[in-house]
């Protein structure tokens, strides 16, 4: 693991598509935020196993 100390408004670049901001740090909480391409999907780890275990959302019904 790559452990690296940034302020707030500095970047960490991830290969050619990915930057992750620091944006706010507060409390003991830290706020980040993250640019990546649509096509990459990016969710909290502790959600992960959730949305593991859920049935894939239905498609929405049509009206002829």
Known sequence: MLVLSRKVG???LIGDGISV???RVAQG???VGVEAPQDMPIIREEIKGRLAKEPPPREPATRP
């Open 10 to 12: 500095e970047k960490i």
């Open 21 to 23: 901001t620091i944006v």
């Open 29 to 31: 909480v830290v706020r």
